[in-house]
Nanobody
Framework: QVSLVESGGGLVQAGGSLRLSCVASGRTCGDCAMGWFRQSPGNEREFVGAINWSGGSTYYGHSVKGRFTISRVHAENTVYLQMNSLKPEDTAVYYC?????????????????WGQGTQVTVSS
């Protein structure tokens, strides 16, 4: 079992930045691809971005591309989501997820492990 814990959410003004962290513990998931998703009330879970096992490949959802950056530090068992130029429409609960393969996916159903989520609120 892999446990994922997100942190770093909060309230920020439009145009500001936040960095979310996702720390993995328990059974090592060193060969897992990691994804970030978000969900706001009344909406489906939306793909934000993902990073492959080596960290050499990333992929982003169209609404965040160019503003958000995903990175991972294996030695820390941590994946980061750097969010810049935040907009009110970025307001959501952000989730970290891991899938038991090194290949990136946008499909939330393909991810096995999920964190509890962290709230990001962007004020206008």
């Amino acid at each position: 079992q892999v446990s994922l814990v997100e942190s770093g959410g909060g309230l920020v003004q439009a145009g500001g930045s936040l960095r979310l962290s996702c720390v993995a513990s328990g059974r090592t998931c060193g060969d897992c691809a990691m994804g970030w998703f978000r969900q706001s009330p009344g909406n489906e879970r939306e793909f934000v971005g993902a990073i492959n096992w080596s960290g050499g490949s990333t992929y982003y959802g169209h609404s965040v591309k160019g503003r958000f950056t995903i990175s991972r530090v294996h030695a820390e068992n941590t994946v980061y989501l750097q969010m810049n130029s935040l907009k009110p429409e970025d307001t959501a609960v952000y989730y970290c997820a891991a899938r038991k393969t090194f290949i990136i996916s946008q499909d939330p159903g393909s991810y096995t492990y999920w964190g509890q989520g962290t709230q990001v609120t962007v004020s206008s």
